[in-house]
């Protein structure tokens, strides 16, 4: 690459900013002689020092001369200055004043407002005193969403080199597929995630179960592991010493789902026996037998605080239950096969399918667990077998018949990528997301195998051989970024990590 000379004066102008801010002032000084060329000018140092000083009339003096980004946008850049006025004048005491430059501004933003600012000036003063607390660093908040208005060369938006570099590096790490945990990263040198980064390797075999192992679920600690299974039981595993801790009999006929509760106290499973049944995880007990849908309970959430969860049914309900056993809520749906509680606990996402006379109603539900509305419907033309979302929830994984995963951003409603290798049928089976930030996704198969992708770019990474019938669930550890755990048809758990067993 040439280095033309406009580059290099930028790159010497990004130095100056890093040398003023982390205090090399002769070092600065030095620079400027040598190059020609000056950090900022006394224009830009008296607009900056009448805005953390709060003189406004040199702000906004200084301001008028100066060249912007967008000149189209000079009066929004202009109200940031002049609400802001208003604030402190507010929170002064100084109400007259401020409702006197409210009235007498001419600025297109200010005007369209106006009315309201009024308004709270009048009668709602505690939101002034709120918004304007702290006045330092308000005003320093304040200079640095205004250099995003004026131009950068006069003016570089706060801590310009770091983010640069930031920037370099998420694309270095994005760019290596097989990047996990970050680890001795170096600007010195290029970045490189090695392929022992995922965990390929079958460390444990758990084969306690008499028949097909339909799901599993890690406790929130990643020390345990719940299995639901077609033998009408559920076994809670250690971790720590591979072996079988508890094994829950109460269901009456196949055990199809299992989940800890966030403080790992209690666990759920749901059965085909239309009953859910909450257990004491430490001791094995169980708890309460709830017994109010009317066919298979085909999966279940907790809220984030533990204090109530949620089931779902194909009988085309959805039941949020308290610890006690009371129902707070239902809904109405079509055959539910799966949901997924935001991090939060403000939505509820479910899947579900429905043969109609003339038509089929295939889609991802949206409903806000505070108002208990549906917010919305997302309609889709193959039928959904299972959801799983990202740990910031931003994201969710889908098993779409016949053989497709999708990769979704769910704020916005909208696929991603899809990622394809695997064999769904008619099975459920449940992918999931996988390592320290989420960057792998990983599926069980029809076809016996496990498969490993890339999310970012869609790279099939591994194919892993092991069990001898189609893998049914995918669970990964939330504590241990190198491990996590499969079930099976051919009856067992196996625990993958990226260590040889020892």
């Not at 106006?114 to 308004?119: R, T, V």
């Not at 017994?291 to 085909?298: A, D, I, P, Q, R």
């Not at 989420?438 to 892993?464: A, M, P």
């Amino acid at each position: 690459m040439e280095l033309t000379k406009v580059w290099e004066q930028e790159i010497v102008r990004l130095i100056l900013q890093f040398l003023n801010d982390y205090g090399y002032g002769s070092t600065l000084k030095c620079l400027e002689n040598e190059s020609g060329l000056c950090y900022e000018t006394e224009n830009v140092k008296s607009f900056q020092k009448g805005v953390l000083s709060g003189d406004w009339q040199i702000a906004e003096s200084c301001f008028a001369s100066m060249k912007l980004r967008d000149e189209s946008k000079r009066n929004e850049a202009l109200f940031l200055l002049q609400k802001q006025k208003c604030l402190e004048l507010a929170e002064m005491g100084s109400l007259c004043e401020a409702i006197f430059v409210l009235q007498t501004t001419d600025n297109t933003y200010f005007n369209q407002s106006k009315e309201e600012l009024i308004s709270q000036i009048m009668f709602s003063r505690k939101k002034f005193t709120e918004s304007a607390h702290g006045i330092k660093d308000n005003r320093t908040a304040l200079l640095n969403e205004l250099s995003f208005y004026i131009s950068a060369d006069i003016m570089m938006p706060k801590n310009r080199l770091l983010n640069l570099l930031e920037q370099a590096k998420n694309h270095q790490i994005s760019s290596q597929c097989y990047h996990n945990v970050l680890k001795n990263f170096t600007f010195l040198s290029d970045y490189q995630a090695e392929p022992s980064e995922i965990p390929t390797k079958e460390i444990h075999c758990f084969d306690d179960h008499t028949s097909e192992v339909w799901q599993i679920s890690y406790s929130s600690s990643g020390k345990y592991l719940a299995s639901a299974s077609q033998d009408k039981s559920t076994i809670i595993f250690d971790l720590v010493n591979m072996k079988m801790l508890h094994r829950l009999i109460g269901h009456s006929k196949e055990v199809a789902y299992v989940k800890w509760s966030p403080d790992d106290r209690y666990l759920l499973t749901c059965s085909n026996d239309y009953s859910v049944i909450l257990w004491d995880a430490f001791t094995g007990e169980k708890i309460r037998h709830l017994k109010e849908h009317t066919y298979f309970v085909s999966c279940c959430c907790w809220l984030p605080d533990g204090l109530s969860f949620i089931t779902g049914s194909p009988d085309m309900t959805i039941i949020h239950w308290s610890l006690t056993g009371e129902i707070l809520h239902k809904w109405k749906d079509v055959n539910i096969y799966d949901m997924a509680i935001s991090n939060d606990g403000s939505k509820l996402y479910a899947v579900g399918y429905q043969k109609q006379m003339e038509s089929e109603d295939k889609h991802i539900a949206v409903y806000s667990i505070p108002t208990r509305e549906c917010l919305k419907k997302i309609h889709l033309e193959s039928k959904v077998t299972s959801i799983s979302l990202s740990k910031d929830s931003r994201y969710a994984l889908t098993n779409i018949e016949p053989h497709t995963i999708l990769l979704w951003d769910i704020q916005e409603c909208r696929i991603i990528r899809q990622y394809m290798g695997h064999k769904l049928g008619n099975w459920l089976i449940g992918s999931c997301f996988g390592g320290q930030d989420d960057t792998f996704v990983l599926s069980g198969s029809q076809d016996e195998f496990i498969r490993i992708w890339h999310r970012d770019s869609g790279k099939l990474l591994s194919t892993l051989p092991g069990h001898s019938k189609c893998v049914n669930y995918i669970a990964y550890n939330p504590v241990d970024p190198y491990q996590f755990a499969s079930a099976s048809d051919d009856s067992t758990i196996r625990v993958w990590s990226n260590q040889e067993p020892q």
